[in-house]
C-alpha cells in the first residue's frame, strides 16, 4: 500500500501539511500508535549513530516486508499492489501483525521426527541381539561344563543285560511283597487296637452308668426291722422272698469272709471302701469267695432258710469300721446312699 500524501514526513526546515499526522501529533501532543512505532524504526539507528558526511539527515531505512506481502512486491509489474520504497521522502510502510504459522504445516515436521525415532529403535534391536545370542551360548557352555564337572553323562546310557534285569525285577518284586506283608500287619495291629480302644469305651461307658448302690434283694419285703426284739438285740433287718432269689451286693467292696458261722447258717462278710462291712445270712447257696472282688448288684448267694430262721429271708447287717465293728441300723446307712427300702 502506497503513502497517502497526508502520511509524508515533511523534510528539513518545511513546515508540516495541514491535517498530517505530523501536524496532528504536533497540535495534539500525544503521539499516535502508529506513527510513533514508524518513527521510533525508521529513525532510532539514525539518531544513535549519524553518518560522516551528512548534513545531519537522519538515515531512513527501508521497511521490512511481511511474508505475505513479498510475492506481491515481487509481481507488482502484472498490476499487483507494489510496495513502494522512497528513501528520499522516508514515507514508512504501515506495520503488520505476524500471524502464526497453522497447525498444518507443523505436521510434516512430526512425522520427520517420528520416523527418526522408529529408525533408531530398530537400529538399537539389531545391534542388541547378536550379544544377548552371545550371551546365551555362553551360559549354555558354562552350564556343560558344570555337568561334566560333576561327572554327569550327557550320551545315551548304556543297555543293561537281561540277567540284571530280571534280577532287579525280582528284588522289585520282593520289596512289594514285603511292604504288603508289613501293611497287613500294621492293619491288623490297628484294627486290634480299635477292638480293645472299642472295648474300653463300653466298659467305662457301662461302669459311669453303673449303680453304686443296689437292693440286696429284689421283690423283698422288710418283715423285721433294727432293735430290741425277744428280750435280745436284733441286729439287722429281715428281708422276706422266696427260696433261691438271689442276694446282691449292696455296694462295691471285697469278700472278707463267706461260708458256716453259728446262727446263721451261711454267712458272707462283705468290706466296702469306707471300712464298713455288711454282713449277708441265711442263704442256702454261697457264689463268692474270700478276697473276692465284687461290685453293687452283683449276686453273691441264693436266698435259703438255713440257722436260726422260722422262714425263706436275707438277714442283712451293717458294721462300722470292721468285721468286730458295732451294728447300726442298715436302713439310714442305705438312706444315706440312696436306696430307700
Known sequence: ?????????????????????????????TPSRRTTGTAERTTGSAAAAPREGTRGTAEVRRPVPHPRTAPDAAGSG?????????AAEGAPAAPRRARRLPSGRRRPALYLAAALVGALGVAASTTVGPA?????????SRSVSVAEQLGIQSGPAAAIPDAVATERLGDLAASRAQRETEQAVAAQAQAEADRLAAEAAAAAAAEAARPKIAAPVDGGRLTSRFGPRWGRLHAGIDIAAPM?????????????????????GLVVYVQHANGDVTVYGHMSEILVTPGQVVKAGDTIALLGNRGQSTGPHLHLEVRVGGLDGPPIDPLPWLRERGLEL
Do not use: F, I, K, N
Open 1 to 29: 500500500m502506497s503513502p497517502t500524501p497526508t502520511d509524508r514526513l515533511p523534510r528539513e526546515g518545511e513546515a508540516p501539511e495541514p491535517g498530517s499526522s505530523t501536524s496532528l501529533v504536533q497540535a495534539s501532543g
Open 78 to 86: 502484472a498490476g499487483g499492489p507494489a510496495v513502494r520504497e522512497d
Open 132 to 140: 544377548a545370542q552371545a550371551e546365551t551360548a555362553a551360559s549354555v
Open 244 to 264: 433261691g432269689t438271689p442276694e446282691r451286693a449292696v455296694a462295691d467292696g471285697v469278700v472278707l469272709e463267706a461260708g458256716p458261722a453259728s446262727g446263721y
